[in-house]
């Protein structure tokens, strides 16, 4: 979207919205103007974070402005580089923090990243199936052709996750690679592959459902702990979750056990200043009413929504406002230390590693670091889950 048009739409949001302003500023101190990336112009991440700019303009009198980036590192670029405050990432944050797969490069590494709120809501993410090879559980995608995007790591370790639930890898499934996202939906549609990776409310989703195979999603018992680990070993990201909307019919009325993660991932610098994260996670919790009907999915915002012991550590101000709202706890505490101590060994890890002339050559630096991290995490007795 163009500039222009991007400032005019945030600045006409708050008449067409209905917000009211009747939310008061008091402890809630934010910078006149912030600077957030987010997915594209097209995205629902995109269209939340102009729901919550408008809500902070008019409420706060802060101005958002947002930068639309077309893919994961053009997302985090920008906040690595300390031009935006904050990015409204997808599970490639997940992977930054980590310092792997396509931030295992010599501009990147593990980044000091720290949550400052998520959403979940009502769709999951999960392989649509085409509907006519009676598939009901990942299991029942053995020897089934399953689509790979090159190229894209976040998509292809989702599918790598719910083979695993199933007890299968990628060897017990014909594996059909595709240059991208839209193009692997092309394929099931003609008969080239059977599933793809997906969030269960897209387009594309919407398109194979009414295409002549049909759509299907593989169920996940909620009660199968050794699926779960499994699939957790792989992706620790992913948690369990009711799909109450999705492509095919899925609804409140005819829900699907299946897995997702949050998105967007609301996350800053841990030297994001502790005033701007505390008022902001303040600000989004009061302010909810005002902007969780303006966009898909910005309902998931909401406190009771959130996973206080994810994958990624809290901004110590989030951890603050948590603490004075009465809902942080001991084990919540315990597993944030876990979290900071994993965050330190890994910078401090890398800091040594790259001081010590690693190997030129792209690939073979991917390849040391990745032994170099994982022997590190282990002997701290850490799971490295990427290798």
Known sequence: MHRLARATLLASLPLYLGLTGAVQAKDVELPKTMAWSAYGSNSSGYTQAVAIGAMLQNNYGTALRVLPGENDVS??????????????????????????????????GPQPLRVITTSIASFSMSPAVAGDIEVKTPADLKGRKISYIRGDDALNK???AYLAFGGLTWDDVERVDFPGYGRSFDGIISGQSDAAFTSTVTPVAQQLASSPRGITWPELDPNDKEGWA???????YFQP????????????????????YPYPIIVGNADLKDKTAYSLIKALQDGLDDYKDAAPGAAGYAMDKQNMTWVIPFHDAVVDYYKEKGVWTDAMQAHQDQLVKRQNLLLNTWKTFTAGNPPGDEEAFAQAWMKTRADALRQAGLEPVFE
């Open 75 to 108: 997302r985090m670029t920008p906040l690595k580089g300390g031009r935006v405050d904050i990015c409204a990432c997808g599970i490639a944050a997940y992977f930054g923090a980590e310092g792997v797969l396509m931030f295992a490069t010599p501009n990147w």
């Open 158 to 160: 989702g599918t790598e």
């Open 230 to 236: 499994r699939m957790q070993k792989v992706a620790p």
């Open 241 to 260: 979750h009711v799909m109450t909307s999705g492509a095919g019919g899925v609804s409140k009325g005819n829900p699907v056990d299946s897995a997702s």
